[in-house]
């Protein structure tokens, strides 16, 4: 079946270090899954961090960054200098499709909670 | 204004209780989803709905039932619930369910079962 792994957390990272969160993934029934990042602030919900539906692209937002690769089927986040409000709970997902539905859903990794420390 | 609103934020119940998690989104989406996460695993997919019809039911158990009385409401009523159903159940909306939409989430109802 489809699956998403990713860095096993707590990570923590000094403040204005950079940072990488592994992400890779198995999908079976599609074949080039929409990958997304999504993050949960304290307190708050899950909220879209960015997403790339072609392999090869590259999505950004809020300073962090994730490139598609297919061949290496890794979808890793990264930020060059972070900070203390970015201590959240990272999650990675991919798309997968559902033929008995036609339908689809996100397929997510186990989160890794990110610490940011002064 | 919050989006998507989940009543309540947290739930104690006792086992074999019954419970309904409330599900609202103001998004204008046509599609909304259940999902649940356990102590240590990831997010897991439960139901979509897609305008008021049941899409997909990806759960074993026949104790979770989806209710959606308005196309913008999707509750979730828990029968006979039991320890291992202690979980945060997350609500989501995307405005179709065809492909993959961007789907945004709610805060999560943290159930506790004893």
């Known amino acids: 079946g489809d699956s998403v792994t990713q860095t096993e957390g707590p990570v923590t990272v000094s403040e204005s270090e950079s940072l990488i969160i592994n992400c890779t993934y198995s999908a079976t029934s599609i074949a080039y899954p929409n990958l997304f990042w999504y993050v949960r602030y304290p307190g708050e919900g899950l909220q879209l961090l960015l997403k790339v539906i072609t392999a090869g692209q590259k999505g950004s937002s809020r300073g962090f960054e994730a490139t598609y690769n297919k061949e290496t089927t890794s979808f890793h986040l990264q930020k060059a200098s972070v900070q203390e409000s970015d201590s959240a709970v990272y999650y990675c997902?991919?798309?997968?499709?559902?033929?008995?539905?036609?339908?689809?859903?996100?397929?997510f990794g186990q989160g890794t909670s990110l610490s940011v420390v002064p | 204004d919050p989006k998507i609103i989940q009543k309540p934020k947290y739930l104690v119940a006792v086992t074999g209780s019954e419970k309904i998690l409330i599900c609202e989104q103001y998004l204008g989406h046509n599609a909304m989803y259940w999902y649940r996460q356990s102590a240590k695993k990831p997010l897991e997919f439960m139901f979509s709905?897609?305008?008021?019809?049941?899409?997909d039911n990806q759960t074993a158990s026949s104790r979770f039932q989806p209710q959606s009385s308005k196309k913008n409401h999707l509750d979730l009523q828990i029968t006979a619930l039991k320890p291992d159903d202690s979980a945060t159940y997350f609500c989501?909306?995307?405005?179709?369910?065809?492909?993959?939409?961007?789907?945004?989430f709610g805060p999560g109802t943290r159930l506790t079962v004893l």
């Open positions: 997902a991919l798309g997968a499709f559902i033929a008995s539905s036609s339908f689809s859903k996100l397929v």
């Open positions: 989501a909306s995307s405005q179709d369910a065809g492909g993959v939409y961007e789907q945004y």
């Open positions: 709905y897609s305008y008021q019809k049941l899409m």
